[in-house]
């Protein structure tokens, strides 16, 4: 409820960009469904620029049109969400 807060009030400002970084780490499912519905409406109505730093990636991809992978602070992969983009994200991770 406090991360929702916290967005809540940055969206009131109506910003242009807005850094969000592992905003559904702990939360439950339906929180995270509801975080990420405001976010895509704000994306939609205001067109805002969401810049994620998230470990979830169903999340991440669910509000994105765009993703990139940084290794070592720079660009290693980027490109536009596809049905393929999760797979090709992974590659990077190595677990």
Request: net charge neutral; proline share 3%.
């Amino acid at each position: 409820e406090q991360k929702m807060l916290i967005l809540g009030r940055a969206l009131m400002l109506r910003p242009k960009l807005l850094l969000i970084d592992e905003i559904s780490e702990g939360l439950q499912p339906s929180v995270v469904e509801r975080i990420a519905a405001a976010l895509r409406d704000e994306r939609r109505t205001n067109g805002t620029t969401i810049l994620i730093v998230e470990q979830n990636l169903p999340f991440a991809l669910g509000i994105a049109d765009s993703w990139a992978v940084l290794k070592l602070g720079r660009i290693d992969d980027a490109g536009d969400v596809t049905a393929g983009t999760a797979a090709r994200v992974l590659q990077h991770l190595k677990i």
